[in-house]
């Protein structure tokens, strides 16, 4: 289950050491200009949608791919920055509406690229099917701060529009500092567009 490390793309991120995570990292930029919960931007229209259902927990698939291995691999993974996003594809090129909606919330919260760091799920089953397990949440994407689990994208959606998220972010210190706002350092376009759907993510 090794898997060869992703490749940095962008701009001017600090340099990190070597990991041992097993997983393939996509270390990347995010959009870092804050903008208020009320902006237009199309996919803060969504709508979250309803927490689970007692039958869609019911229906959850069997415990079999957190094996102690795999456990191992996502502790190394969550513990690898202080803001931590599984996703589907990589913050350049998310493979699915969720997982974009998701890079574009933390960009427009001001996320410090330099605390960022993702994986990609769809390069490895076991990762895809044993994070759900780990965080006991059925779907991707899925956010950790500072190695503690927050949610997934209607979590995301619903926290950004009531300035939880903003808060929690600059507690835990993982925003670019005021004074470098509005710098290019950091800062990447977005090519991606916005998300085409909401609720938790897809499976």
Excluded at 54 to 62: A, F, K
Excluded at 112 to 121: E, H
Aim: with cysteine.
């Amino acid at each position: 289950m090794l898997l060869r490390p992703a490749i940095r793309t962008a701009v001017r991120l600090p340099k990190r050491a070597s990991s041992s995570i097993p997983f393939s990292r996509s270390i990347s930029t995010i959009p870092s200009t804050r903008a208020h919960p009320s902006s237009s931007n199309s996919f803060l229209q969504l709508r979250p949608r309803p927490r689970q259902t007692h039958h869609s927990v019911l229906t959850r698939p069997t415990r079999r791919h957190l094996t102690d291995n795999v456990r191992a691999a996502i502790d190394k993974a969550v513990a690898s920055a202080p803001v931590v996003l599984f996703m589907k594809g990589t913050p350049d090129t998310p493979q699915c509406g969720f997982s974009r909606a998701s890079i574009q919330i933390l960009g427009l919260q001001g996320v410090d690229p330099g605390k960022f760091t993702a994986f990609n799920v769809l390069e490895d089953e076991e990762l895809r099917q044993g994070i759900k397990e780990y965080s006991d949440w059925p779907t991707i994407p899925q956010l950790y701060v500072s190695k503690e689990f927050v949610g997934g994208c209607d979590i995301l959606i619903s926290m950004h529009q009531s300035g939880e998220l903003a808060k929690m972010l600059e507690e835990k210190g993982v925003l670019v500092p005021a004074s470098e706002e509005g710098g290019d350092g950091g800062a990447a376009a977005q090519g991606t567009g916005g998300g085409d759907g909401a609720g938790k993510g897809g499976a």
